[in-house]
Antibody, heavy 116, light 112 residues
Framework: EVQLVESGGGLVQPGGSLRLSCAAS????????MNWVRQAPGKGLVWVSR????????NYADSVKGRFTISRDNAKNTLYLQISSLRAEDTAIYYC?????????WGQGTLVTVSA | DVVMTQSPLSLPVTLGQPASISCRSS???????????LNWFQQRPGQSPRRLIY???YRDSGVPDRFSGSGSGTDFTLKISRVEAEDVGVYYC?????????FGQGTKLEIK
């Protein structure tokens, strides 16, 4: 069974940083693109970033480019999102999701709250 | 970016009645390999999203057959043949063809 478990969220001040993690199990992690998708409170889904299977190709939404960095450790079956220069509008649940062109498995999400 | 427009945004339905959600894209979603990467997701209250339909009309494992997807090019539809209480939630379409991936605004299905 595919499992994705996010962690690392929390309360952070504007301008601060966090590293989110997504532990994967139940599939060959290195064979899949992985993504981060976020959802602000009461709002819709917004794709944030993705990385290919070996970590050599990364893409970002314009709203986070230069502030967020996606990476992965295939030896640890873990996906990361380093988020910095945080703004109030980055407050959201951050989900990791598997796939490219479609997202077939999702984690339960981790909440990031940016507030003074 | 491709714009994905869903309608309606709110959908009150009587139990046992059908429901239909429309999703229109601003550009064709046909990829160079001939496939159309249009997906549908369900998000029940307090839960993470779950994919229901991929490549327009293929149901994911475990998805009841009362859910069906159809469409082509820029116009797509998710249909529920008979709504059940467990179908309450928000439904999103998502295109995975043009960069970046984009979701529709979401359609909130509720029971009348």
């Amino acid at each position: 069974e595919v499992q994705l478990v996010e962690s690392g969220g929390g309360l952070v001040q504007p301008g601060g940083s966090l590293r989110l993690s997504c532990a994967a199990s139940g599939f060959t992690f290195s064979s899949y693109w992985m993504n981060w998708v976020r959802q602000a409170p009461g709002k819709g889904l917004v794709w944030v970033s993705r990385v290919d299977g070996d970590g050599s190709i990364t893409n970002y939404a314009d709203s986070v480019k230069g502030r967020f960095t996606i990476s992965r450790d295939n030896a640890k079956n873990t996906l990361y999102l380093q988020i910095s220069s945080l703004r109030a509008e980055d407050t959201a649940i951050y989900y990791c999701a598997r796939g490219s062109g479609s997202l077939d498995s999702w984690g339960q999400g981790t909440l990031v709250t940016v507030s003074a | 970016d491709v714009v994905m427009t869903q309608s309606p945004l709110s959908l009150p339905v009587t139990l046992g009645q059908p429901a239909s959600i429309s999703c229109r894209s601003s550009e064709s979603l046909v990829y160079s390999d001939g496939n159309t990467y249009l997906n549908w997701f369900q998000q029940r209250p307090g839960q993470s999203p779950r994919r229901l339909i991929y490549t327009v009309s293929y149901r994911d494992s475990g998805v009841p057959d009362r859910f069906s997807g159809s469409g082509s090019g820029t116009d797509f539809t998710l249909k529920i043949s008979r709504v059940e209480a467990e179908d309450v939630g928000v439904y999103y379409c998502m295109q995975g063809v043009r960069w970046p991936p984009v979701f529709g605004q979401g359609t909130k299905l509720e029971i009348k």
